[in-house]
């Protein structure tokens, strides 16, 4: 029977494997596939769906890689003279800025609702975490109906003659980096707040217990002992903020902010592809750099708890300061949630009376429909071959594909898009201009979140199944669908929900790739909110938003 183990082949010139010398290439070749397996090689046909899958996740962005690096000397030298440096100042100081803030916010939220007495403690860790359903998109749409030049707190100030003699006129942009500064942060920090509330719940409280024996007190036992624990939360909610910001089109563009992304959608839209590879090749660069960062710091902080030994963390009272942080994380929700749902819910009250929910609406939900199922069908068939194989049999070629499966989450839709442009006009035209690419890129967009989930369902099953499978002559990928397949299907299920959910939200791959006449919800609520028609603009951003609780409650779940 095959195990997992090592197998350790003690083989020199006079040893015999299946009745042939190890001198020939031959037998050379068989022990060196058997090492790089550790002695237990997957099936060829196993190997060859991973392998295949995980070429369909990252050709797009090789082929972005190749174009931009044939783009020719003109093209680089008239972006690297002026665009290129001026994107690069408006991308990275609204990346740094927002991430730094939001993750000020985040864990501020996290320590006040985990670790201390503040009423209602169960309901506030729900009600913080509603934002990250509101795409950041919907939230710049309302909040240029609430701030923005005609919004409704200019009309209350013009209209107020005490607030205007006292501040003088109406003083806030909404159109400007500020606006779009507090727009990001406000709709990304529970990326931080969800990992460091799940690693501060997990705190042992032997470590304060001892640091306050020590005459330590709450301040500084936060800053010299609990802030180093949290700093691999810390910096996974800031990699996710950094990414979010850096791949964000729809809040960037609705408040005429250019970024990055930006300037490679409207460089597409002109038809110059070649400025925009060029534009895409440094917005990798900078991806790359930040997880190459991220990943470098990880390293050099890590922490390790004894179960044996866990305690809960204790309760702080807040005493005089519960009034206060009550009024911080009110203050938080207000913007954040209860502020973008009222006015969507206002606007989808009139845009329903005045027939907004026509058969165009339903065309624009059921076109989502379409994609999102598409795109989450074919992560659930693609999951499964590429966990088994990382989990099963590890090796670096697993290891090869596994990360290859993972390129896509980690860049911007619109490169991904453009990658599919490329490839899709030049070499498969019998699907260029389909809705099949948009779910093919949603596919390498968010296979990522399926995997996730799938190995969380695998690492449930016990080898000692695969083992006993392979005992009566089931090869690997019969095991694996036969087997395997059923015991995990939940965790399946759940990765292709979570897949469906972002795939109704994502906005620049459908903008990209849509074929004449077919739009989804996102692309219609950007059109609609970008001419101003909020009535029609509210209905689908809500359905987006209620649609989007689904993944929310997965993730207090897992976390």
């Known amino acids: ?96 800025a927002v991430t730094v803030c939001a993750i000020l916010i985040g864990v501020s939220l996290a320590w006040i609702v985990v670790r201390t007495d503040i009423p209602g403690r169960k309901m506030w860790q729900w009600l913080l975490a509603l934002p990250l359903v509101i795409p950041p998109y919907v939230g710049a749409v309302t909040f240029i109906i609430v701030f923005g030049p005609s919004g409704w707190l200019q009309d209350f100030w013009s209209n107020s003659s005490l607030v205007t003699n006292l501040v003088g006129n109406y ?36 470590f304060e217990e001892v640091a306050r024996a020590q005459g330590m007190g709450t301040f500084e036992i936060f800053r010299k002992v609990n802030l180093p624990m949290l700093r691999p939360a810390i910096g996974a909610g800031g990699i996710l903020v950094s990414l979010y910001v850096l791949s964000d089109f729809g809040a960037i563009a609705m408040l005429r902010y250019v970024t990055f992304t930006a300037a490679i959608y409207f ?136 990360k290859f499966s993972y390129a896509g989450y980690a860049l911007p839709g619109v490169i991904v898009a453009l990658g599919f442009v490329f ?37 449930l099953i016990s080898p000692k199944i695969d083992e006993a499978a392979r005992s009566l002559g089931y090869p690997p990928w019969k095991v694996m669908f036969k087997v395997i397949l059923p015991n995990m299907l939940p965790g399946i299920l759940s990765g292709g929900a979570l897949v469906f959910v972002s795939s109704i939200k994502e906005l620049p791959a459908s903008l990209m790739l849509r074929p004449a006449g077919f739009d989804t919800l996102a692309v219609r609520v950007y059109y609609e909110a970008h001419e101003g028609i909020y009535h029609l603009a509210a209905p689908g951003a809500l359905i987006i938003i209620l649609v989007s609780i689904i993944p929310l409650k997965y993730m207090l779940t897992k976390y």
């Not at 237990?40 to 190749?66: D, K």
């Not at 070499?427 to 190995?455: C, D, K, N, S």
Request: proline share 5%.
């Open 423 to 459: 490839i899709f006009n030049n070499h498969l035209p019998w699907i260029y201009g389909t809705f099949y690419m948009i779910a093919l890129a949603l596919v390498v967009r968010f296979l990522p979140q399926a995997l996730q989930a799938g190995e969380a369902s695998l690492g």
């Open 267 to 402: 460089q597409r839209a002109g038809f110059d592809t070649a400025s925009a590879s060029v534009l895409s090749l440094v917005l990798i660069l900078i991806t790359v750099i930040i997880l190459w960062f991220e990943s470098r710091t990880r390293r050099k902080n890590k922490f390790y708890q004894t179960s044996n030994s866990f305690k809960k963390p204790s309760i702080l009272e807040l005493g005089k300061w519960k009034l206060v942080a009550f009024l911080y994380v009110s203050l938080i929700l207000l913007f954040s949630v209860v502020i973008p749902v009222t006015v969507l819910i206002y606007w989808s009250n009139i845009g329903i009376q005045m027939g907004a929910l026509d058969s165009d609406f339903f065309g624009y939900a059921f076109n989502s429909l379409l994609v999102s199922s598409i795109a989450a069908i074919i992560c659930m068939l693609f999951t499964m071959p590429i966990i088994y194989l990382k989990s099963r049999y590890p090796s670096k070629i697993s290891s090869i594909i596994d």
């Open 171 to 206: 003083p806030f942009d909404i159109y400007s980096f500020w606006g779009v500064f507090l727009v990001l942060i406000l709709f990304t920090y529970p990326y931080v707040f969800l990992i460091t509330s799940a690693s501060l719940c997990k705190m042992n409280r032997s």
């Open 1 to 96: 029977m095959k195990n997992n183990k090592t197998i350790n082949y003690n083989i020199n010139e006079n040893t015999e494997i299946r009745g042939e010398k190890t001198n020939t290439p031959n037998n050379f070749l068989k022990r060196e596939w058997f090492e790089i397996w550790k002695g237990n090689p997957p099936g060829l046909p196993l190997l060859i769906l991973g392998f295949s899958i995980s070429l369909v996740m990252i050709v797009p962005i090789i082929y972005v890689i190749l174009q931009s690096i044939s783009a020719g000397t003109s093209s680089w030298m008239r972006l690297l003279d002026d665009r290129i440096p001026q994107l690069l100042w408006s991308t990275i100081s609204l990346t740094v």
